[in-house]
């Protein structure tokens, strides 16, 4: 299958990156990922194009066998463009449609109000990554604490292991040591450089401590990975899309994704 989306193309990068194991069955990919099966959109399928309604049953049918220990249901739909009428049978069959910006950028500037009281680096000691796994845990606290916190442990190990390997860094703002505000970038092929998880502590939103650390980031990659494009993928509805469009991101793509946390649960 050739993958036509730059979103799903760095996607899959990372993935491969991170031990996931991606099977190529013609018309879509078969994406694992072993080492953490609780991670939705690394254990997937990729579809080449929307399915047919009558072909939606067999589908779900498909993801089920594939993914047999997995109680969700994850499918992506290839393509730089989204159309809601094409995927409507899969929304009537209990999936959730999620449609991203993908957003990319060749250079970078300061955000409006920029934030000068935090350090910003990447992460590097045991505590470092561990203040990772709490921040991440503090701005989703909408997801069951226990199993979120194995799906973020077993993640950031993964992360940690590329940072080590030099596919990238994870990059932090600490205001008094406590991190604040991370995410990850990391080389995902065809001189591109992918985003990761941008996520700010509840309680220091409004700051600029996001677009500030996005900023220094990616000068960071543009200049130390040898890439050309940076890659994000945003919420097109979500405030934090303003402050990657104030630091030079700009809307190439849309990201197609289809979501069912819990397929043992029927849609009212």
Request: charged share 25%; with cysteine; hydrophobic share 40%.
């Given at each position: ?207 600029g401590l996001a677009g500030t650390l996005v900023h220094e980031t990616s000068r960071w ?48």
């Amino acid at each position: 299958m050739d993958v036509q989306s730059i979103a799903y193309r760095t996607d899959l990068a990372l993935l491969e990156l991170g031990g996931s194991v991606v099977e190529d069955r013609g018309d879509r990919l078969v994406v694992r990922t072993p080492h953490n099966p609780t991670f939705h959109w690394g254990n997937f399928l990729l579809l080449d194009r929307p399915p047919a309604a009558a072909d939606v049953p067999v589908l779900l049918a498909d993801v089920d066998a594939t993914f047999p220990d997995s109680t969700h249901r994850a499918i992506g739909v290839d393509g730089p463009t989204s159309d809601p009428d094409a995927l409507a049978p899969l929304v009537a069959a209990g999936l959730s449609l999620d449609v991203a910006a993908v957003m990319t950028a060749r250079a970078t500037q300061a955000p409006p109000r920029p934030n000068a009281d935090a350090t910003y680096r990447p992460l590097a000691s045991d505590e470092d990554w561990q203040q990772r796994v709490a921040l991440a845990a503090r701005c989703n606290e909408d997801h069951p604490a226990d199993e979120y916190l194995a799906f973020m442990s077993s993640k950031a190990r993964t992360d940690r292991a590329l940072t080590q390997a030099g596919h990238g860094a994870w990059w932090g703002a600490f205001v008094d040591g406590r991190l604040v505000s991370s995410l990850g970038l990391f080389r995902a092929g065809e001189g591109s450089a992918r985003f990761q998880s941008v996520e700010t502590d509840p309680a220091f939103r409004g700051r600029g401590l996001a677009g500030t650390l996005v900023h220094e980031t990616s000068r960071w990659g543009l200049a130390e990975l040898d890439v050309e494009t940076l890659v994000m993928v945003a919420d097109p509805d979500y405030v934090a899309i303003r402050i990657y469009r104030s630091v030079g991101f700009a809307e190439t793509e849309r990201q197609t994704q289809l979501h069912q946390p819990d397929r043992r649960v029927s849609r009212p």
